[in-house]
């Protein structure tokens, strides 16, 4: 059965509630569908989030806005199926249609579209023997925590399917307390949490005080006039020393000012999840104003539109790389479609959907970008006046070499010819005694390539 959320619709039948109470006690409660979840949501109240753990919410018209955000955020969303993909991480399967970026931007059958008109083309294939060794070592099976499939016919604990059926999109389930895990709704929705801190290496905007006591990268970028950026990042269940605080390794494609940006790769974020909150998780982010009124992680606003029923946006990687053993990692790719087309995201080789071009200026990257970048991220909040003990990457320095340290690899990007182009990347560290990088090339399947990383508070990093 079909079901949107409106806020006329009865909390539960009288009938459903008595049958309930007349039945013996389980170990867990059914999950509720999406229509039923906000009508709870509806009536609760700041005084039963007060004291309980991980809620953060301010005040009391926080707690407000944030239950007319997700009011507003599922106006028209009509979900088909729901289910778990793991205890406590619920997804949605609704109607591609209705899902709130297609309602944004106006989409309906005649305009839908599901992947770019053209793809980037090689510029020569690849060589495939240098890099062996290393490469022996990688997997890069489509990993089950961000890959649904209906072939595999996987279930959750009350039998209902892990996957979406085609038409439909799955969207993580936002409820109000991953919200209230926040002090604020823009705490929630911006990088770092607060507007303005950001998430881009040297933005030059927001509250800088703040950005460069919290944001620390150790990144390598281009400025090259591009339609997008690709690499295959390698993945770890990376340290991060509070909830609050949060390790990636990500791509960037920016331009303009204040600028605009897209960006996707893996984050180790605790406070942001409802499971697994220690693994790491496929994100997707962009801001429009410099991460300042503007930005969102995954489907969390109407920025993004899913045309992919298989990928699991915000999904959690069931495998992560193990020191001196297996190295898991997944490509990722942002896009241009041509000068007119769209901001398109592939993972695995797969298109799950893109951001429109007309969220973004002409002065900005509507048409194109500016610049390319590529590395990892980390929140520094000084506990106790000393540098942080979380990990960006392995936790390993870059000179901790193959199997040890995190990498990036393959890089490149996507020239306005639409052909994938090796970039001419420029290493830069916010504290090298903390966390490092080390760019290097190969003529094998590596090509472009970085190791980077560190563990933070220790010697050498206060």
Same mark, same amino acid.
């Given at each position: 059965?079909?079901?949107?959320?409106?806020?006329?619709?009865?909390?539960?039948?009288?009938? @459903?509630?008595?049958?309930?109470?007349?039945? *013996?006690?389980?170990?867990?409660?059914?999950?509720?569908?999406?229509?039923?979840?906000? @009508?709870? #949501?509806?009536?609760?109240?700041?005084?039963?989030?007060?004291?309980? *753990?991980?809620?953060?919410?301010?005040? @009391?018209?926080?707690?407000?806005? #944030? $239950?007319?955000?997700?009011?507003?955020?599922?106006?028209?969303?009509?979900?088909?199926?729901? /289910?778990?993909?793991?205890?406590?991480?619920? /997804?949605?399967?609704?109607?591609?249609?209705?899902?709130?970026?297609?309602?944004?931007?106006?989409? =309906?059958?005649?305009?839908?579209?599901? $992947?770019?008109?053209?793809?980037?083309?090689?510029?020569?294939?690849?060589?495939?023997?240098?890099?062996?060794?290393?490469?022996?070592?990688?997997?890069?099976?489509?990993? *089950?925590?961000?890959?649904?499939?209906?072939?595999?016919?996987?279930?959750? @604990?009350?039998?209902?399917? $892990?996957?979406?059926?085609?038409?439909?999109?799955?969207?993580?389930?936002?409820?109000?307390?991953?919200?209230?895990?926040?002090?604020?709704?823009?705490?929630? +929705?911006?990088?770092?949490?607060?507007?303005?801190?950001?998430?881009?290496?040297?933005?030059?905007?927001?509250?800088?005080?703040?950005?460069?006591?919290?944001?620390?990268?150790?990144?390598? &970028?281009?400025?090259?006039?591009?339609?997008?950026?690709?690499?295959?990042?390698? %993945?770890? $269940?990376?340290?991060?020393?509070?909830?609050?605080?949060?390790?990636?390794?990500?791509?960037?494609?920016?331009?303009?000012?204040?600028?605009?940006?897209?960006?996707?790769?893996?984050?180790? !974020?605790?406070?942001?999840?409802?499971?697994?909150?220690?693994?790491?998780?496929?994100?997707?982010?962009?801001?429009?104003?410099? !991460?300042?009124?503007?930005?969102?992680?995954?489907?969390?606003?109407?920025?993004?539109?899913?045309?992919?029923?298989?990928?699991?946006?915000?999904?959690?990687?069931?495998?992560?790389?193990?020191?001196?053993?297996?190295?898991?990692?997944?490509?990722?790719? %942002?896009?241009?479609?041509?000068?007119?087309?769209?901001?398109?995201?592939?993972?695995?080789?797969?298109?799950?959907?893109?951001?429109? +071009?007309?969220?973004?200026?002409?002065?900005?990257?509507?048409?194109?970008?500016?610049?390319?970048? /590529?590395?990892?991220?980390?929140?520094?909040?000084?506990?106790?006046? +000393?540098?942080?003990?979380?990990? #960006?990457?392995?936790?390993?320095?870059?000179?901790?070499?193959?199997?040890?340290?995190?990498?990036?690899?393959?890089?490149?990007?996507?020239?306005?010819?639409?052909?994938?182009?090796?970039?001419?990347?420029?290493?830069? +560290?916010?504290?090298?005694?903390?966390?490092? %990088?080390?760019?290097? =090339?190969?003529?094998?399947?590596?090509?472009?390539?970085? &190791? /980077?990383?560190?563990?933070?508070?220790?010697?050498?990093?206060?």
């Amino acid at each position: 059965m079909n079901t949107s959320y409106s806020p006329a619709l009865p909390r539960r039948l009288l009938l @459903a509630g008595l049958i309930a109470a007349a039945l *013996p006690m389980v170990a867990q409660a059914a999950t509720p569908t999406l229509a039923d979840s906000l @009508a709870d #949501m509806d009536t609760e109240q700041i005084a039963n989030f007060i004291g309980r *753990p991980g809620a953060r919410v301010r005040d @009391a018209a926080q707690f407000e806005r #944030m $239950k007319n955000y997700l009011r507003t955020h599922y106006a028209g969303v009509v979900a088909k199926h729901h /289910f778990e993909l793991s205890p406590g991480e619920v /997804f949605d399967c609704v109607d591609a249609l209705t899902q709130p970026g297609a309602r944004r931007h106006g989409l =309906t059958a005649a305009n839908w579209v599901n $992947k770019p008109s053209m793809l980037p083309t090689e510029p020569m294939a690849e060589a495939s023997d240098a890099d062996q060794a290393r490469s022996a070592q990688e997997r890069h099976r489509r990993d *089950p925590g961000i890959f649904l499939s209906p072939a595999r016919a996987e279930v959750d @604990a009350e039998g209902r399917a $892990k996957s979406c059926a085609k038409g439909t999109i799955p969207m993580k389930r936002l409820t109000l307390p991953r919200l209230a895990a926040f002090e604020t709704l823009e705490h929630f +929705r911006h990088k770092r949490g607060r507007p303005g801190t950001g998430g881009l290496p040297g933005q030059q905007g927001g509250d800088m005080q703040t950005q460069a006591s919290v944001h620390e990268y150790a990144h390598a &970028y281009d400025y090259v006039t591009n339609w997008g950026a690709e690499s295959t990042l390698n %993945i770890w $269940k990376s340290y991060t020393e509070l909830d609050s605080e949060f390790s990636l390794s990500q791509i960037w494609v920016t331009g303009g000012s204040p600028v605009e940006t897209i960006e996707a790769g893996w984050q180790v !974020y605790p406070n942001r999840q409802s499971s697994h909150e220690h693994d790491a998780h496929l994100f997707i982010y962009s801001t429009q104003d410099g !991460y300042d009124d503007t930005g969102c992680y995954d489907l969390t606003c109407d920025d993004f539109v899913q045309t992919n029923s298989d990928v699991a946006i915000g999904g959690y990687f069931t495998n992560h790389s193990q020191v001196n053993g297996t190295q898991y990692a997944t490509k990722i790719l %942002i896009q241009k479609d041509g000068t007119l087309g769209h901001w398109w995201i592939a993972v695995g080789g797969v298109y799950a959907g893109y951001y429109p +071009r007309t969220l973004y200026d002409t002065s900005g990257i509507r048409n194109q970008a500016a610049k390319v970048d /590529f590395g990892g991220e980390i929140i520094n909040s000084s506990p106790s006046g +000393r540098h942080t003990r979380t990990d #960006m990457g392995s936790g390993y320095k870059p000179t901790s070499g193959s199997g040890y340290a995190a990498y990036q690899r393959t890089i490149r990007y996507v020239s306005t010819g639409n052909v994938y182009t090796t970039p001419s990347l420029a290493e830069s +560290r916010t504290k090298s005694a903390c966390y490092d %990088i080390d760019v290097g =090339t190969s003529t094998g399947t590596w090509k472009t390539y970085f &190791y /980077f990383g560190g563990e933070g508070y220790g010697t050498g990093c206060p």
